[in-house]
């Protein structure tokens, strides 16, 4: 299973956003936003992104993937809306000990940077972004 897919489960399992097209807080992956959302529940969006990561060196059994979160929420909300939903993102992937999801050991998950508000897009719906980095096992 790729990176964003076990990203995506675990925010799923967590009830920070859904897999399917009707869920209040769509999980999109390996996409950009698409800005053409008619419905207002739809624009609630999450988007996982792979953004490649760092070497792996050869002594150690781990991967270092990152990925960026870019939320967006509908535009009659308030910026405030889009740090809640950073929150629980980063509360669903804050890792009290090593755990497994899907059958890959992540050992834990972290931000790299501060998060950056985008503004709001052609549809007037605020956005944000964050940066992580995954440290889990290669298989």
């Known amino acids: 299973m790729s990176l964003v ?13 859904g897999l399917t097209s009707t869920a209040t807080w769509r999980i999109a992956y390996n996409e950009f936003l698409p800005s053409s959302i008619g419905s207002s529940s739809q624009a609630q969006q999450i988007a996982v992104t792979p953004t490649g990561g760092f070497p792996e060196e050869a ?14 929420c ?14 629980n993102i980063d509360d669903a992937l804050n890792l009290k000990a090593d755990q497994t999801w899907n059958s890959r050991k ?11 508000y985008l503004g709001r897009d052609s549809q007037d719906r605020p956005e944000m972004v964050q940066n992580y980095v995954a440290f889990r096992s290669r298989t």
């Open 106 to 116: 992540y050992v834990f998950v972290q931000k790299q940077g501060d998060r950056l």
């Open 59 to 72: 002594a150690e059994a781990m991967q270092r993937k990152t990925f960026q979160m870019k939320v967006r």
């Open 5 to 17: 897919s076990e990203i995506g489960d675990r925010l799923s399992s967590q009830s920070v956003g």
């Open 74 to 87: 509908a535009a009659v909300t308030s910026s405030t809306v889009l740090d809640d939903k950073m929150d």
